[in-house]
């Protein structure tokens, strides 16, 4: 049984940052494409990072130079370094991995305010 589990959320001011982790376990995740998309109150749930298994990233242009993904094989953690937040980026923001099918996270809230 795949299981996501995400960490790492909060509330943070405008300018702020914060480090999101995911564990995954029950999938063999080191040949796993893994990543983070975000959900916001009214909106579609949009992709904002990806890491293949190869280590190829695909950011989307709102977070390019603010965010960085990450993972660690050996611990099976997917991470999403978010700096320079903006009020904007406020969502609920769910990790995924994908080998054959995808597999999400329950989501944590990521709320950017003064």
């Known amino acids: 049984q795949v299981q996501l589990v995400e960490s790492g959320g909060g509330l943070v001011q405008p300018g702020g940052s914060l480090r999101l982790s995911c564990a995954a376990s029950g999938i063999m995740f080191s040949i796993s494409s893994a990543g983070w998309y975000r959900q916001a109150p009214g909106n579609q749930r949009e992709l904002v990072a990806a890491l293949t298994s190869g280590g190829t990233t695909n950011y989307a242009d709102f977070v390019k130079g603010r965010f960085t993904i990450s993972r660690d094989n050996a611990k099976n953690m997917v991470y999403l370094q978010m700096n320079s937040l903006e009020p904007e980026d406020t969502a609920v923001y769910y990790c995924?991995?994908?080998?054959?099918?995808?597999?999400w996270g329950q989501g944590t809230q990521v709320t950017v305010s003064s």
């Open positions: 995924y991995v994908a080998r054959l099918r995808t597999y």
